[in-house]
C-alpha cells in the first residue's frame, strides 16, 4: 500500500495549538495521503490566536476502519475534546484496530479519556506527565516516543521528529 492509499484523521476543536494541527497536516498531504480535518461537530474551530481550520467532517460520521492514523494537536483543545463522546470513542476504536495514534503536547488528555494507556510508553507536555501516569502509561521526557501504535511527542519544537516517526510507520 502507498502513501497515496492511506487517510489520515486529525481531530480538531477550539483553542487548538497551531503548528501542532497543521503542520502535520500539512506533511501528511505532501507525502500524498488523503488527509481529513475531524470535528465535534461544528463546521469549523478556532485556534488559541484564532486562527480557523474547517472541519471535513464530525467524529459520528467517521469509521475507525476507514483511519490508518489519528493525530491529536495540543493546546487546550484537547480539554474540549474528550467531552464529545463520538471524539473519544474514535481514538479508541483507532487503537483498538491497530491503527496508529499520534498526540502531541496536551494531546495525551484524549488517549486518557480513551483509557489506552496502561502499560505504554509514552511522553506528552510535561504538565500532564501525572495524568498520564495515573492512567498507568509509563512517561519519558523524549522529543517522540512510539510505542506499538502509540506515537507521543512534548511541544510543537519536536514537530519535525514527531511527523518523521508518523511517516516512518506510515510508510
Not at 42 to 67: C, F, H, I, M, R
Not at 153 to 167: E, N
Request: glycine letters at 8%; hydrophobic letters at 45%.
Amino acid at each position: 500500500m502507498s502513501l497515496a492509499d492511506k487517510h489520515v484523521a486529525i481531530l480538531a476543536e477550539d483553542n487548538y495549538q497551531e503548528l501542532e494541527l497543521h503542520y502535520p497536516r500539512l506533511r501528511m498531504l505532501e507525502a500524498g495521503m488523503r488527509v481529513s480535518v475531524v470535528g465535534a461537530g461544528k463546521p469549523e474551530y478556532a485556534s488559541a490566536k484564532g486562527y480557523t481550520v474547517k472541519a471535513d467532517v464530525s467524529a459520528v460520521g467517521v469509521d475507525a476502519n476507514d483511519l490508518d492514523a489519528l493525530i491529536i494537536p495540543g493546546g487546550m483543545a484537547p480539554d474540549k475534546m474528550r467531552r464529545h463522546r463520538a471524539m473519544v470513542d474514535l481514538v479508541c476504536a483507532v487503537h483498538q484496530r491497530g491503527g496508529l495514534v499520534a498526540w502531541i503536547c496536551h494531546g495525551g488528555w484524549m488517549a486518557v479519556s480513551a483509557n489506552i494507556l496502561a502499560g505504554r510508553r509514552v511522553t506528552s507536555f510535561h504538565s500532564i506527565r501525572d495524568d498520564m501516569v495515573n492512567a498507568g502509561a509509563d512517561w519519558f521526557d523524549e522529543e517522540v516516543v512510539q510505542d506499538g501504535n502509540l506515537i507521543s511527542s512534548r511541544t510543537p519544537d519536536d514537530l519535525p521528529a514527531f511527523c518523521r516517526v508518523l511517516l516512518e510507520k506510515l510508510g
